[in-house]
């Protein structure tokens, strides 16, 4: 099966997107892999790397949810208590809440989640969905 390997994303400022990103990259177990030209990564382990890059041409952003492009990266967590941490640390490194944290009915009678964005329009989610018992 294949796994995601690592995700690039183009921020506009990069100072401001480590400033976002870490505290909420940490929070979920990623290792701060540091910088190199253009850009800085977080990687899972041996596994899963989050690298953010700076422009090529600045004020091309920022991205508009519900356009072509981007949508969301959902982080699965493993309670709902974690979303809740998750999307406070999420507001408190500047992110804003589109969706606070709730039950989504629409998706299952157990899907926990909330949504967040950057100042580039770059949406991620922390959701919790536990199996059904029985």
């Known amino acids: 099966m294949a796994l995601l390997d690592h995700l690039g994303v183009t921020v506009d400022d990069l100072a401001r997107g480590r400033a976002q990103f870490h505290p909420v990259l940490e929070a979920l177990g990623y290792t701060y892999g540091g910088e190199a030209e253009q850009g800085m990564s977080w990687h899972c382990g ?8 700076a422009p090529h041409e600045k004020g091309t952003g920022p991205h508009v949810h519900g356009t072509v492009g981007w949508q969301h990266l959902a982080f699965a967590v ?9 999307h406070g640390i999420a ?6 809440a589109v969706r606070e944290p709730k039950l989504y009915p629409r998706f299952n009678d157990r899907y926990y989640a909330a949504f967040v964005e950057d100042d580039n329009g770059i949406r991620l989610e922390f959701m919790h969905n536990p199996r059904r018992q029985g």
Do not use: H, K, M, Q
């Not at 493993?78 to 998750?86: A, G, I």
């Open 91 to 96: 507001l408190d490194a500047g992110w804003t």
């Open 46 to 53: 041996d596994e899963t790397e989050i690298i953010i890059f």
């Open 78 to 86: 493993d309670s709902r208590d974690e979303v809740d941490r998750l």
